[in-house]
């Protein structure tokens, strides 16, 4: 048997290796076909472990910068990444005489990165934000999304993307939300896990970050995020466990953070204990660049130690050798690290292909950006002067860049080269290791140009905005003002406050007083205030648009496009509404150590507005239409399983998208507010379709932390549905027997 187990560690006929491995161990394949694909893929990684050499085993656990920066932010090539390997985020070296490959992990939040436009002339899609991709509530959007990121990476012969932004946006200040979807764990798992599917389809790994809490950007390396364990089960964690569950990710990256006293990359109780035993994980965790402290993390469920450079030590290099030799770390703990990556590696097809494939279609990407674009863009408030008359004679196109094009993307590790370049590109600087990063970044085409498209017998006058007198007199020559407002976000940087930068605010008051017909444009990657709210008759949000913005926002304005985005976030009247109206640490020097003690647990958003009763400037899941919809006859059914059906109509003239929302508005264990499920519909003119939804148990119930079960009480469940979480036209009550289920 021994000499046949020897025989079969060389043998590259995968199926009989499988077969006789499983004989060996007792084990059975399992019946379904998908079963049957992990299995082999768990049993490839075994094998192959027991191939390797320990220096190839801990070359698979770290991964090297490409450039390392230095103190003065200036950069350098490290020598030991092979001289054919682009400037890209990390890359890890592989097992070529075991057909494992180099894993070349490229930044892609918003698109296929390029740091510091290091590689020259390359360009990708440039996606529109996350927020704007969860406003659409489309999951075949979020598919097709991660579909073209897996195919442009792909086409560069890159293999990892790390995009996957799911950390719940629990601040309208944080610099980081337009990277990740929304507030609420359902929808942004639901929208992530699709992402995460097309790009795996494509033979690209996939990742889910920042496990966990990365709500912060302000002394985010010395923060401490506190949080009650079962709350976080019923948030953020909720998040990531049902995005695992339904995209089954190569790997995760955990956060920069402390969670509980405990840095996140080396968490016993967040990786090992939660991720990988409760929510039965299988792939690898690496770990932020900049993120590891010790060798230890590898104990304590880190799997893979990335951009080791920019650590105090190479930690998973020479002091975890020194720890295994010394017997601190045992062998097993290694081999399960390798398995672990190996198993994403096979699960996910990326030993298949070697090299830059076939170069994409980037007209149709830019097609797809477009439409996620009109989908997400939001109409907040509209006095009947939208869509704009055709035969409007004069508009005032007022600031923002908007003869140039719209904001692209914050700044940072998702900032992407747009296909066909910036049309400004502009360093903002700052005070942190980030700081070059931060940027004005503007792509086209313009949204003056495309309104002149819209609108060719119109006159267009224009004024850059700088003065809010000057825009006020263009204004009042007009019969209708459109003003293209911005404020912009960026990693490792939080505002302040949600007003909006560079006198902007005034700017609009101005043109408002000037002109009754004044149509505000936002381009932000958060909620802001409007004290202008009263004078200005149409506010759109627009987020940041990519390459596709002006386009969008040009067909929306002139009804071409039917509005049809909700808000994934709550838009706050202003900081005193939100649980922590004093941001910790805000104003005091880099990394200096902070706590914020996340008292509101899982009420974020629309549940802190539920729970404290206050009013938003407008709520998660609004959005306006030139359509009209009416619900009627909402039921209830289940026991174990609860489903709802409603009947959603279009009551007007005007074909139109419409997002009904199905929410948890009362439980027998205490009063909450759960979005339970969602679906976008198409209606024509008078059409009506009959909505039917399933919900997932979890929502409804609570995280027993003693029982470390998910606990259903017994009793009545209050449940509505209607157009956003402040607008619900349909309640219904049903009867459930307790129950505990999961881990």
């Not at 401490?224 to 998040?239: M, Q, T, V, Y």
């Not at 976030?569 to 910790?584: G, K, N, R, S």
């Not at 059409?687 to 929502?699: A, C, F, G, N």
Request: aromatic content about 8%.
């Amino acid at each position: 048997m021994f000499y046949l187990s020897k025989r079969l560690m060389h043998t590259t006929h995968w199926p009989l290796k499988i077969a006789v491995l499983c004989a060996l161990s007792g084990t059975h394949l399992q019946a379904s076909a998908n079963d049957a694909v992990q299995y082999s893929a768990e049993q490839r990684a075994i094998a192959t472990e027991q191939q390797m050499t320990d220096e190839e085993r801990f070359g698979l656990i770290q991964s090297l910068m490409v450039m390392v920066l230095k103190p003065d932010f200036s950069s350098e090539r490290d020598l030991r990444v092979p001289a054919d390997v682009p400037q890209i985020a990390g890359w890890v070296k592989g097992v070529p005489r075991l057909g494992v490959p180099d894993l070349m992990l490229t930044d892609a939040g918003l698109g296929i990165a390029n740091p510091g436009s290091g590689r020259k002339g390359d360009q990708a899609t440039a996606f529109p934000s996350a927020q704007a991709l969860a406003a659409t509530f489309n999951p075949q959007l979020a598919y097709d999304t991660g579909a073209i990121l897996g195919k442009e990476a792909k086409s560069r012969g890159f293999n990892v993307v790390l995009g996957g932004g799911i950390n719940l946006a629990r601040d309208p200040r944080h610099g980081r939300n337009f990277e990740y979807l929304s507030e609420d764990p359902w929808l942004s798992a639901v929208l992530i896990a699709e992402t995460v599917k097309g790009t795996q389809d494509q033979k690209v790994m996939g990742i889910l970050k920042h496990v966990s809490l990365n709500s912060q950007e302000i002394n985010k390396w010395a923060l401490n995020a506190k949080i009650d364990p079962a709350a976080h089960r019923e948030s953020e964690l909720l998040g990531f466990e049902i995005a695992i569950e339904r995209s089954h990710p190569g790997a995760l990256m955990c956060a920069y953070n402390k969670v509980n006293g405990e840095y996140a990359c080396g968490n016993d109780i967040l990786l090992n204990e939660q991720v990988k035993k409760a929510m039965n994980y299988k792939g690898f965790i690496m770990s932020d660049w900049k993120a590891v402290y010790h060798w230890d993390y590898a104990l304590k469920g880190l799997d893979q130690h990335s951009g080791i450079q920019l650590d105090e030590k190479e930690w998973f290099g020479k002091p975890l050798q020194q720890a295994l030799e010394n017997g601190q770390f045992p062998r097993d703990r290694l081999s399960d690290m390798v398995r672990r990556i190996l198993y994403a590696v096979y699960s996910t097809e990326i030993d298949t292909w070697r090299g830059p494939q076939a170069k994409p279609d980037l007209a149709k990407h830019l097609q797809s950006a477009l439409e996620v674009a009109r989908e997400g863009t939001v109409l907040l408030k509209n006095n009947k002067i939208l869509p704009i008359p055709a035969e409007t004679k004069r508009i005032a196109i007022i600031g923002g860049f908007s003869h140039l094009g719209m904001l692209s993307g914050g700044g940072g590790s998702s900032l992407v080269d747009p296909v066909g370049g910036f049309a400004l590109n502009v360093p903002l600087g700052g005070n942190n290791m980030f700081a070059s990063l931060r940027r004005l970044a503007i792509t086209g085409p313009s949204p003056l140009s495309e309104l002149k498209k819209q609108f060719p017998n119109t006159e267009f006058l224009t004024d850059a905005g700088e003065n809010p007198a000057e825009a006020a007199a263009i204004a009042k020559q007009a019969d209708l003002a459109i003003i293209f407002a911005y404020k912009t976000e960026a990693e490792n940087h939080d505002h302040a406050d949600l007003s909006l930068p560079w006198g902007q605010d005034q700017l609009i008051q101005a043109v408002a007083s000037a002109n009754p017909k004044t149509v505000v444009v936002l381009q932000t990657g958060n909620p802001v205030s409007m004290p202008w709210i009263e004078k200005t008759p149409a506010i759109i949000e627009s987020w940041y648009s990519g390459n596709a913005g002006g386009t969008a926002i040009a067909e929306i304005l002139a009804g071409k496009v039917n509005p049809s985005g909700r808000l994934p976030m709550t838009f706050y009247a202003d900081v005193q509404q939100t649980p922590h109206p004093e941001l910790p640490g805000f104003g005091t020097p880099i990394d200096t150590p902070t706590t914020i003690d996340y008292h509101e647990g899982a009420e974020i958003g629309y549940r802190w507005f539920a729970k404290t009763k206050q009013k938003p400037l407008f709520a998660f899941g609004h959005g306006l239409s030139y359509s009209q919809f009416s619900y009627s006859g909402l039921k209830l059914k289940g026991k174990d399983n609860v489903s709802a059906e409603f009947t959603v109509t279009n009551t007007s003239n005007v074909a139109g998208a419409e997002v009904p929302q199905l929410y948890l508005i009362n439980a027998p264990d205490g009063e909450r507010m759960r979005l339970l499920a969602f679906e976008r519909l198409n209606l024509k003119p008078n059409e009506s379709r009959k909505v039917k939804m399933t919900i997932d148990p979890r929502l409804l119930g609570r995280f027993d932390q003693t029982q470390k079960k998910w606990h259903l009480a017994a009793g009545q469940y209050s449940i509505a549905a209607g157009k956003a979480s402040d607008n619900l036209l349909l309640k219904g009550q049903i009867q459930l027997n307790e129950k505990y289920f999961g881990q």
